[in-house]
Protein backbone atom coordinates (compact mmCIF):
# COMPACT_ATOMS: atom_id res chain seq x y z
CA UNK A 1 0.00 0.00 0.00
CA UNK A 2 0.86 3.20 -0.94
CA UNK A 3 -0.19 6.56 0.51
CA UNK A 4 0.60 10.11 -1.28
CA UNK A 5 -0.87 13.47 -0.53
CA UNK A 6 0.32 16.13 -2.90
CA UNK A 7 0.17 20.13 -2.29
CA UNK A 8 1.53 23.01 -3.63
CA UNK A 9 -0.84 24.24 -6.46
CA UNK A 10 -2.48 27.70 -6.65
CA UNK A 11 -3.35 30.50 -9.02
CA UNK A 12 -0.26 31.91 -10.75
CA UNK A 13 0.07 34.33 -13.50
CA UNK A 14 1.64 33.18 -16.86
CA UNK A 15 5.14 33.07 -16.93
CA UNK A 16 5.32 32.20 -13.05
CA UNK A 17 6.33 29.21 -11.21
CA UNK A 18 5.32 26.97 -8.53
CA UNK A 19 6.69 23.99 -6.70
CA UNK A 20 4.27 20.53 -6.30
CA UNK A 21 5.37 18.24 -2.99
CA UNK A 22 4.08 14.78 -3.00
CA UNK A 23 4.54 13.39 0.73
CA UNK A 24 4.64 9.54 0.29
CA UNK A 25 4.56 6.69 2.72
CA UNK A 26 4.26 2.98 2.67
CA UNK A 27 6.03 1.05 -0.45
CA UNK A 28 8.05 4.02 -1.46
CA UNK A 29 10.88 2.22 -3.37
CA UNK A 30 9.88 2.99 -6.60
CA UNK A 31 9.77 5.20 -9.35
CA UNK A 32 7.80 8.09 -9.39
CA UNK A 33 5.92 10.38 -11.77
CA UNK A 34 3.56 13.04 -11.87
CA UNK A 35 0.41 13.16 -14.40
CA UNK A 36 -2.05 16.26 -14.41
CA UNK A 37 -5.82 16.39 -15.90
CA UNK A 38 -7.87 19.37 -17.13
CA UNK A 39 -11.52 19.60 -17.15
CA UNK A 40 -13.11 17.59 -20.35
CA UNK A 41 -9.27 15.89 -20.85
CA UNK A 42 -7.83 12.36 -19.54
CA UNK A 43 -4.93 12.37 -17.46
CA UNK A 44 -1.85 12.77 -19.03
CA UNK A 45 1.53 12.14 -18.02
CA UNK A 46 4.05 15.13 -17.52
CA UNK A 47 7.03 13.76 -15.46
CA UNK A 48 8.66 10.76 -14.08
CA UNK A 49 11.69 9.73 -12.08
CA UNK A 50 13.54 7.09 -10.97
CA UNK A 51 14.17 5.85 -7.26
CA UNK A 52 18.15 7.09 -7.06
CA UNK A 53 16.96 9.91 -8.92
CA UNK A 54 19.85 9.23 -11.81
CA UNK A 55 17.19 9.15 -14.70
CA UNK A 56 14.22 11.16 -15.90
CA UNK A 57 11.74 11.88 -18.31
CA UNK A 58 9.43 14.47 -19.22
CA UNK A 59 6.19 15.07 -21.71
CA UNK A 60 7.54 17.20 -24.86
CA UNK A 61 4.83 19.88 -23.45
CA UNK A 62 6.75 20.39 -20.62
CA UNK A 63 10.19 19.84 -21.58
CA UNK A 64 12.81 22.58 -20.73
CA UNK A 65 9.93 24.29 -18.34
CA UNK A 66 9.68 21.48 -15.17
CA UNK A 67 12.09 19.63 -13.08
CA UNK A 68 11.36 16.65 -11.64
CA UNK A 69 12.95 15.72 -8.57
CA UNK A 70 12.70 13.45 -5.16
CA UNK A 71 13.94 13.52 -2.00
CA UNK A 72 14.27 9.79 -0.64
CA UNK A 73 15.31 10.90 3.11
CA UNK A 74 11.77 12.93 3.26
CA UNK A 75 9.85 10.38 1.05
CA UNK A 76 8.69 13.16 -0.90
CA UNK A 77 8.70 13.81 -4.46
CA UNK A 78 8.74 17.65 -6.35
CA UNK A 79 7.70 18.90 -9.33
CA UNK A 80 8.95 22.51 -10.03
CA UNK A 81 7.05 24.08 -12.81
CA UNK A 82 8.61 27.55 -14.59
CA UNK A 83 7.73 29.86 -17.39
CA UNK A 84 3.63 28.43 -16.59
CA UNK A 85 1.18 28.74 -19.22
CA UNK A 86 -2.37 28.90 -19.40
CA UNK A 87 -2.41 25.37 -20.99
CA UNK A 88 -0.70 23.96 -17.94
CA UNK A 89 -3.72 24.36 -15.74
CA UNK A 90 -4.61 21.32 -14.46
CA UNK A 91 -5.12 18.84 -11.35
CA UNK A 92 -1.92 17.75 -10.73
CA UNK A 93 -1.37 14.01 -9.72
CA UNK A 94 1.96 12.32 -8.39
CA UNK A 95 1.93 8.31 -8.56
CA UNK A 96 4.07 5.60 -7.76
CA UNK A 97 4.90 3.82 -11.31
CA UNK A 98 6.74 0.52 -12.49
CA UNK A 99 8.87 2.41 -14.55
CA UNK A 100 9.66 5.74 -16.16
CA UNK A 101 8.64 4.42 -19.43
CA UNK A 102 5.02 4.65 -18.45
CA UNK A 103 3.02 6.06 -20.70
CA UNK A 104 -0.97 6.09 -19.92
CA UNK A 105 -2.20 6.92 -16.01
CA UNK A 106 -4.16 3.20 -16.42
CA UNK A 107 -1.03 1.44 -15.68
CA UNK A 108 -0.47 3.21 -12.32
CA UNK A 109 -2.55 1.82 -9.44
CA UNK A 110 -1.76 4.43 -6.21
CA UNK A 111 -2.72 8.29 -6.68
CA UNK A 112 -3.12 10.94 -4.42
CA UNK A 113 -6.20 13.62 -4.24
CA UNK A 114 -4.28 15.89 -6.56
CA UNK A 115 -3.54 19.57 -6.10
CA UNK A 116 -4.52 22.39 -8.29
CA UNK A 117 -2.54 24.47 -10.44
CA UNK A 118 -4.31 27.41 -12.72
CA UNK A 119 -2.38 29.76 -14.98
CA UNK A 120 -4.16 33.27 -15.70
CA UNK A 121 -2.87 34.86 -19.02
Known amino acids: QVQLVESGGGLVQAGGSLRLSCAAS??????MAWFRQAPGKEREFVAA????????RYADSVKGRFAISRDNNKNTLYLQLNTLKPDDSAVYYC????????????????WGQGTQVTVSS
Open 95 to 110: TVVPSITIMSWRESTY
Open 26 to 31: GRTGYP
Open 49 to 56: ITYSGGST
